[in-house]
C-alpha cells in the first residue's frame, strides 16, 4: 500500500472554522480530491506499466451498511470500505489525534488522504515515534465539536501495523441525526 496527503489551504480552513465564508473551503476540499484522484491514478498506472497489481482506492464517501438498518437514517457507526487515514497511519504520514483524525507534523489535520493497494513488496516507512506526536492530547476538539461527538474522557484504543493509538471513545451517530433532526 502506497499511501499520501495533500494539504488543504490553511486559510480557507481558518475562514471556514472561524464561521467567515464556507465557499471557499469547499471548493479547495474538491480541488484537493481531484489531486488525489490524479495523483492516486497516475501513481496507480505507472506501478501497472512496471508490472505490479494496483488500484487506486476510492476517496471515503461510501460506508459499509449496518445489518438490520434498513437506510442510513438508521444507522449508528459509519464505517468505510477501506480506512485511509489508517493506511496513512501505518505508512508514517502522521499519527491519529484525540479526535480520531489522522495529524501531521507539519499541517495538523489539514490534510486529506489518499492510497493506492499494490502487489508489490514495499520497505514501510516508519511511523511517527511517540515523543514526535503531533496530538499534544488538549482535547479542544472534544470542546468544539458542535454535535458533541467527541467524547472528552472516555477512550478507546485503536492498533494499526504495530502502533497503539489512544483516542476519543465516540457518541453514537444517531446522537447527531437526532441533533439535526431538531435544527
Not at 472516555?154 to 447527531?176: D, F, M
Request: proline residues 6%; hydrophobic residues 40%; charged residues 25%.
Amino acid at each position: 500500500m502506497i499511501s499520501f496527503a495533500c494539504a488543504l489551504d490553511s486559510d480557507r480552513v481558518h475562514d471556514f472554522i472561524g464561521k467567515t465564508t464556507w465557499r471557499p473551503h469547499c471548493e479547495n476540499r474538491k480541488a484537493v480530491a481531484r489531486t488525489l484522484y490524479k495523483i492516486g491514478d497516475a501513481l496507480a498506472e505507472q506501478l501497472r506499466s512496471e508490472g505490479a497489481d494496483a488500484v487506486n482506492v476510492d476517496l471515503n464517501n461510501n460506508y459499509r451498511p449496518e445489518d438490520g438498518a434498513a437506510d442510513v437514517t438508521e444507522m449508528t457507526a459509519f464505517h468505510p470500505e477501506f480506512s485511509h487515514r489508517y493506511a496513512a497511519l501505518a505508512a508514517g504520514i502522521g499519527r491519529l489525534g484525540w479526535s480520531g483524525n489522522l495529524l501531521t507534523k507539519e499541517y495538523g489535520a489539514r490534510v486529506e488522504l489518499g492510497s493506492v493497494l499494490i502487489s508489490a513488496a514495499l520497505t514501510p516507512d516508519p511511523p511517527i515515534p511517540d515523543d514526535e506526536h503531533p496530538c499534544d492530547r488538549c482535547k479542544m476538539c472534544s470542546r468544539v465539536c458542535p454535535a458533541e461527538m467527541i467524547q472528552p474522557k472516555a477512550s478507546i484504543q485503536i492498533a494499526v501495523a504495530g502502533i497503539t493509538e489512544t483516542i476519543a471513545r465516540k457518541r453514537p451517530n444517531h446522537l447527531l441525526l437526532d441533533l439535526l433532526y431538531r435544527l
